[in-house]
């Protein structure tokens, strides 16, 4: 697996915004779906958002309209941009790529994150 390091979760309160980044090491190379998922507390991990190598998104229903979703594909790097946070996103929140080429070599098997912490207060 590839090893994922995420930043920028914490504690905000409801309304206020959080950018999260996820940053894979810069020997990957062809990277193919880049994602965010969370996990809340007895829950099932669910996805947040999804991005293409190309740019496109896709959201679940509950980040449509108030998070976005990015990557720079030169850093390796996506992020999620969470505005109007509402305590029902309080989660760990974990980020994954699909796919990717290290070397002379392709991984097919997902890789994730450790997690970052987000927790909204009312």
């Known amino acids: 697996q590839a090893q994922l390091v995420e930043s920028g979760g914490g504690l905000v309160q409801a309304g206020r915004s959080l950018r999260l980044s996820c940053a894979a090491p810069?020997?990957?190379?062809?990277?193919?779906?880049m994602g965010w998922y969370r996990q809340a507390p007895g829950e099932q991990r669910e996805l947040v958002a999804t991005?293409?190598?190309?740019?496109?998104?896709t959201y679940a229903d509950s980040a449509k309209g108030r998070f976005t979703i990015s990557r720079d594909n030169a850093k390796n790097t996506v992020y999620l941009q969470m505005n109007r946070l509402r305590p029902e996103d309080t989660a760990v929140y974990y980020c994954?790529?699909?796919?990717?080429?290290?070397?002379?070599?392709?991984?097919?098997?997902?890789?994730w994150g450790q997690g970052t912490q987000v927790f909204v207060s009312p």
């Open positions: 994954t790529i699909d796919r990717y080429c290290e070397g002379n070599g392709c991984y097919l098997l997902p890789s």
């Open positions: 810069e020997r990957l190379y062809s990277i193919n779906v």
């Open positions: 991005i293409t190598t190309e740019g496109t998104p």
